[in-house]
């Protein structure tokens, strides 16, 4: 009776600790695949918010370019138009890099990215405006429009922080 109590108990405690081997081991693989996940998922996001950035600064070059071209004396609307002409590969590059953002998240980033998004916009329409008509008319026009440039680009900035700020609690880089 005791070899089959021993036996019974030893079973028992070999499929316990079977048991929990293979309870374990699931637990570490599901883990290991979270913090992969995770990591994939950071990798993913902090290429989507770098690429925003790169590409709202290039936008933001284009932009300057222009109003130099049309501000400098001795330019000609043709030298004007070329400079216009640059900025809608840049605004392309910068839209489709606000799109991943928007797909990257979190939620409270992709936020950011579109208020910043409607602020570059903004600041874009006051640019196409002015360097049409100037091109148009074949006269700068900067006293009309220059100083609604430079306050959109101006107003462009806060949205620019709050993204950047938003990016940073998105990949946890301040702690």
Avoid: C
Wanted: net charge neutral; hydrophobic share 45%; aromatic share 8%.
């Amino acid at each position: 009776m005791a070899a089959i109590i021993g036996a019974t108990v030893g079973a028992a405690g070999g499929i316990g600790g079977g048991w929990l081997t293979v309870a374990s081991q699931s637990r570490h693989y599901r883990e290991q695949r979270r913090a992969e996940r995770e990591r994939w998922r950071d990798e993913m996001r902090r290429d989507a918010y770098v690429a925003y950035l790169a590409a709202t600064r290039q936008l933001n070059a284009v932009w300057w370019k222009v109003a130099d071209q049309i501000s400098t004396q001795g330019n000609t609307p043709s030298e004007w138009h070329s400079a216009l002409m640059e900025t809608h590969d840049a605004w392309a590059q910068f839209s489709t890099a606000s799109s991943a953002v928007a797909v990257a998240g979190p939620g409270a980033t992709a936020t950011a990215a579109a208020d910043l998004h409607r602020a570059m916009r903004d600041w874009e329409m006051i640019g196409v405006k002015w360097a049409r008509a100037a091109i148009k008319d074949g006269v700068p026009h900067t006293d009309e429009h220059l100083a609604r440039f430079g306050e959109a680009a101006s107003a462009k900035q806060a949205p620019l922080t709050a993204f950047q700020q938003a990016a940073r609690d998105a990949l946890q880089t301040e702690r």
